[in-house]
């Protein structure tokens, strides 16, 4: 029974190249929520969503960051034009959608751009 | 909007005393409530969780009350060992809305 998979756990990518973050939720989860974490700062929550849908994207930036859920395959996070200020670990979690339960995390992709 | 917050950013306890995390929340309409457990360069890993009708749930040295009038939930810890030595978050969510909002996490260091 595996846990939230992300890969790859580390990026680096250079000034203006393109990150492309993957995530497959635990097995019947179809709920998947990304979050961020800058260095010395908490989880900041970015988008949320189900297969095919987004259904909140409120803390994703305006510009160079998408985020899907297709109906099969993992949930990518595509971040363009990579800047310095994009470097932070990025956190994926899924949850089965229901009330009262938990959401999983996986263990992040840490991303560098130098 | 910051709509859970944790406004003590770190703590230290001695080994063996009780750690005492606190987190207060804006939203009446949460009705779950969740914490979290943070090593570095690891996922978090869900700790505990609560929902509305009660106001004490525990698991071994964990402990979270609720205080729903007050809008606070406090993790107690008992008795506190070094292996508790990570960043906690605490979390809400509502209903059948599946959005889980974060806290900004409490950095608890345990000295042995």
């Known amino acids: 029974n595996a846990g939230v998979m992300q890969n790859p756990r580390h990026l680096v990518r250079r000034r203006g190249q393109e990150a492309r973050l993957r995530c497959s939720p635990m097995?019947?989860?179809?709920?998947v929520y990304w979050y961020r974490q800058l260095p010395e700062e908490g989880l900041k929550f970015m988008v949320y969503?189900?297969?095919?849908?987004?259904?909140?994207e409120s803390g994703m930036p305006k510009e160079r960051f998408s985020a899907e859920f297709p109906k099969e395959g993992p949930s990518i996070l595509r971040i363009q034009q990579v800047v310095r200020g994009d470097s932070a670990a990025y956190f994926c979690a899924s949850s089965p959608g229901t009330v009262n339960t938990e959401a999983f995390f996986g263990q992040g992709t840490r991303l560098t751009v130098v | 909007d910051q709509q859970v917050k944790q406004n003590s950013p770190s703590l230290s306890v001695q080994e063996g005393r009780i750690s005492i995390l606190n987190c207060d929340y804006t939203n009446s309409m949460f009705d779950y409530f969740l914490w979290y457990k943070k090593y570095p360069a690891e996922g978090p890993t869900f700790l505990i969780s609560?929902?509305?009708?009660?106001d004490k749930n525990e698991d071994g040295r964990f402990t979270v009350f609720l205080n729903k009038s007050a809008k606070h939930l406090s993790l107690h810890i008992v008795p506190s060992q070094p292996g508790d030595s990570a960043v906690y978050f605490c979390a809400a969510k509502r209903g059948s809305r599946n959005q889980f909002y974060f806290g900004t996490g409490t950095s608890l260091t345990v000295i042995p």
């Open positions: 609560i929902s509305s009708i009660k």
């Open positions: 969503l189900q297969k095919e849908n987004i259904i909140d």
């Open positions: 097995k019947g989860h179809s709920h």
